[in-house]
């Protein structure tokens, strides 16, 4: 799996008082396409001990997004380390007029962390999650 995308509708209630989408709610789109990305990924890393955390997020916002409007979220797994992946996003446009490229919003990339659940300690990526890396 190279990359993996959702499409979503921006909601009215997405806008802030300047007329464009808030900041906070990118972290939302990131979010619902890291939540969507993880159920697909094919093991049983939910169950058990460990799991992940979000360590870091970087988002450069690159234009304003208004409502309404169709977007398309990208996550592309990359750079796994021992117990961390970096997961590099794109927000763009879903609908473009003929021929033209769509428009980008933002960019991001976040890393996640497997933690023990107990103890909060880092431990070894699953191996199913490593091979998704790799394969980016």
Known sequence: MSEFSIELDVR????DSFGHVNNAVFL?????????WMSSVPCHWQEG???PV???INI???RPLHWPHRIVVTLKPASPGRS????ESEIRSAETAQGSKPVLYADATATLV???KKTGESVPLPGSIRELGNAG
Not at 28 to 36: D, G, I, P, V
Request: charged fraction near 30%.
């Open 28 to 36: 939302a789109y990131l979010e619902q396409c890291r939540s969507e």
């Open 49 to 51: 001990e460990t799991g």
């Open 12 to 15: 009215w209630g997405d806008v």
């Open 84 to 87: 961390s992946i970096k997961l």
């Open 60 to 62: 450069n916002y690159r």
């Open 54 to 56: 979000v360590a870091n």
């Open 114 to 116: 497997w933690i023990d």
